[in-house]
């Protein structure tokens, strides 16, 4: 069969990737044609637009990059059409992938979505454009279930493919010795895979590191950017940037500083005790904290609804306050060990590995049917 799939971030690409590895098993011949990025390629396929040209973040954002979004919309739904798929998997990003679903729909395909528009935490109408134009929707968050539920729609519930991605792994011995790195404990510095991200909170990372000459500072470099873009926000200083091995990296981190994402949950996964950081545009934040309908943006502290890690946001996203929040994790046993307890629970909350093996068997036993 053909699948056609959308993914416009480094989560999705990952995601997708391993979706794609997993349909192949259970359809030996399948064809894939999609937005994405190199995971995805390297399961074989057609790469049609790369995510690291569609990533836009917040509401201003969006609207200064309405143009090329708008391009970038008229050309998948020109290629699905002209491809002619037997199924269109849409991967997270709703702002785009809704409108997809709903071209696709309209014009006859199958519509499949994989990790659901988060759509509990604002704009809950958006529901029933949901039910509308998506076929199968596979949810990767325990209580998204009860949610849908309530809107009277049926949804499959898959575990999460992080879950996937963490289980899979197997670290590099030789990782400390290859990076040029010392015995010194590490603090992983995770700034996102977005332009806007990055430079937002990049710079109060860094700031944060010479108060800690004890430890050594790494970053994990997103695969969309290269060292030289990391180094206008360097400005000389020796913190080496490690790209494609995030996981290595959290595997033998002390603690972490996370962007607001998917990283938040994968760094619970590998137990390093983090704080989560989030800085957006004035206006967007604005406009968010009248629609945003949740207590948390971190995903660990939704799942638990609890404040399992703390959360700095715009203003307390600053030098003073990451240090602070950086110092309890790594010298305060009692508060340490109080996070690492609660991500056992979130371990035990979250479920087994899978999730990526029974949404392929999901899609494939629906489109055989």
Request: aromatic share 12%.
């Amino acid at each position: 069969m053909k699948y056609y799939l959308v993914a416009g971030e480094a989560s999705g690409d990952l995601h997708g990737a391993n979706l794609m590895k997993a349909l192949k098993e259970r359809d030996p011949q399948a064809e894939f044609r999609f937005f994405g990025g190199d995971l995805m390629a390297a399961q074989g396929g057609t790469l049609v637009k790369h995510y690291a040209d569609m990533a836009f973040m917040g509401f201003v954002e969006v609207v200064l990059n309405l143009r090329t979004i708008l391009q970038n919309m008229k050309q998948c739904k020109a290629d699905i059409s002209a491809w002619q798929p037997d199924v269109v998997v849409l991967i997270d990003f709703p702002g785009f992938n809704l409108k997809i679903a709903e071209y696709a729909k309209g014009q006859g395909f199958k519509t499949c979505y994989y990790i659901s528009p988060k759509v509990w935490a604002w704009n809950q109408k958006r529901v029933l454009k949901i039910k509308r134009v998506v076929d199968h929707l596979f949810c990767i968050l325990p209580f998204e279930v009860e949610f849908y539920k309530g809107w009277g729609m049926d949804v499959d519930y898959v575990g999460n493919p992080l879950l996937d991605a963490v289980s899979a792994f197997k670290a590099d011995p030789r990782f400390l010795a290859k990076h040029d790195l010392t015995d010194r404990s590490i603090v992983a510095l995770l700034p996102g895979s977005r332009k806007q991200e990055i430079s937002r909170l990049l710079p109060d990372m860094i700031a944060v590191s010479h108060k800690f000459p004890q430890y050594q500072f790494v970053i994990a470099g997103a695969p969309s950017f290269d060292a030289a873009y990391y180094d206008q926000y360097l400005q000389g200083q020796q913190i080496p940037i490690i790209f494609n091995g995030t996981y290595d990296l959290l595997s033998n981190a002390e603690a972490a500083v996370v962007a607001s994402g998917t990283a938040m949950l994968e760094t619970a996964l590998f137990n390093v005790p983090q704080v989560v950081v989030y800085k957006g545009g004035a206006i967007t934040i604005g406009i968010a904290r009248m629609l945003i309908k949740i207590k948390y943006i971190s995903l660990v502290n939704l799942i638990m609804d609890a404040p399992v890690v703390k959360e700095l946001i715009q203003q307390d996203c600053n030098p003073e306050m990451i240090s602070a929040e950086l110092e309890r994790l790594l010298h305060d046993f009692d508060y340490r060990t109080a996070m690492l307890n609660n991500y056992d629970a979130l371990d035990l909350r979250m479920g087994e590995p899978g999730a990526s093996a029974k949404t392929a068997g999901l899609i494939v036993s629906y489109l055989n049917k």
